[in-house]
């Protein structure tokens, strides 16, 4: 089945637009929504313009697309009280899945499109997602697999600083192990939840400073059906309502954390039977968008898929795409 054509039909009012819209004679609103993209043949974040596509700004350039750098995977903005805003980046690496998690300040990125990097630190086991706790500054780094790319493995990776706000140090503290983590975000009740292989999890956030810790409190678990892989791909806001969107190897699920009786508890429900999909989410325009592989195409996609059109760049590897800003949902 074709995964684009699957997609295209998404529910609601997110039908597909009119041939005008491909052109840009989108709603007007959308023109301020714009969409940013890991971009792994080059090694770039870039920004779009949904109602006048273009080429892309170029938003940050990693240092190399080889070692640590290799494959882009993650890129959050975040607001921060010492650095202003920051881009939280994440690469996969190759070979034995030893890869960089990093924060960029915004405004420190020279004018080609390099530096800003006030964190860094190489990463075990193919990281695929990082998110900033707020008010904390800790960072949390979620990878697929185990140290030298055990497939046994993956989890969350902490990172904290001395003090609240401050910069993380190079060595993650605390490691919880998560089999296939590919996604993580922070949610403003005070929780971190990461998506794995047949589960999304909560934890609460404990501690400060260096003592900043996270702490399992519930879980969501999920299948694709009797025989097929349910590794959880990316989790992400719903920017037009609330609660979230996570992907698997074969859906496209709504998640909402509620808050039932004495305890938090997720509930879910299938938006979409598609597989692979990178990335999905819905803009404040209720434009929605997704990366999902397509014929021929690896585990990326040169194409950004939009409810009011689709956007293909030559040559691209569009790995996850995100709505530009740094709200957390």
């Known amino acids: 089945m074709d995964r684009r054509a699957v997609l295209r039909g998404l529910a609601g009012a997110a039908v597909a637009a009119p041939a005008a819209g491909l052109l840009g004679a989108a709603p007007a609103a959308a023109a301020t929504h714009y969409v940013m993209a890991t971009e792994q043949a080059s090694g770039r974040i870039l920004r779009f313009n949904p109602a006048a596509w273009s080429s892309g700004t170029v ?34 690496g190759v070979g034995d899945y030893l890869g960089r998690a990093a924060m960029i300040d915004e405004s420190a990125i020279g004018s080609s499109r390099t530096g800003g990097i006030v964190w860094q630190a190489a ?37 904290v600083p001395s003090t609240n706000g401050g910069k993380p140090g ?24 990461a998506v794995g292989t ?12 260096s003592s900043t810790r996270l702490a399992y409190r519930t879980k969501l678990t999920f299948s694709d059906g009797a025989g097929r892989a349910k590794v959880g791909h990316d989790i992400l806001p719903d920017h037009d309502g609330s609660g979230y969107f996570f992907t698997s ?38 434009v929605r968008t997704w990366v999902v592989p397509g014929s021929g195409e690896g585990d990326w996609s040169r194409t950004i ?15 996850r795409v995100r709505y530009y800003t740094t709200a957390f949902g």
Request: glycine share 16%; proline share 3%; aromatic share 12%.
């Open 59 to 92: 938003l940050w350039k990693a240092p190399s697309i080889t070692g640590t750098w290799t494959n882009l995977s993650d890129v959050k903005r975040r607001g921060t009280a010492k650095w202003g805003n920051v881009m939280l980046v994440t690469s996969s």
């Open 198 to 209: 047949g589960e999304v999890r909560l934890y609460g956030i404990t501690g400060n400073g």
């Open 123 to 159: 990463v075990d086991g193919n990281p695929h997602s990082i998110e900033r706790i707020e008010g904390k500054g800790a960072i949390v780094v979620a990878t697929s697999k185990g140290p030298t790319g055990s497939a046994g493995g993956g989890g969350l990776h902490l990172f």
């Open 249 to 286: 190897s074969y859906n496209v699920r709504s998640l909402q954390l509620v808050y039932a009786g004495n305890s938090w508890q997720f509930t879910s429900s299938q938006v979409s039977g598609a597989d692979h999909v990178k990335a999905y989410t819905r803009l404040p325009n209720g």
């Open 305 to 319: 898929h939009f409810s009011s059109g689709n956007h293909s760049k030559s040559g691209a590897r569009f790995y």
């Open 170 to 193: 190079t060595r993650a503290v605390k490691f919880y192990g998560f089999p296939g983590a590919h996604g993580v975000i922070y949610n403003q009740n005070g929780f971190v939840i």
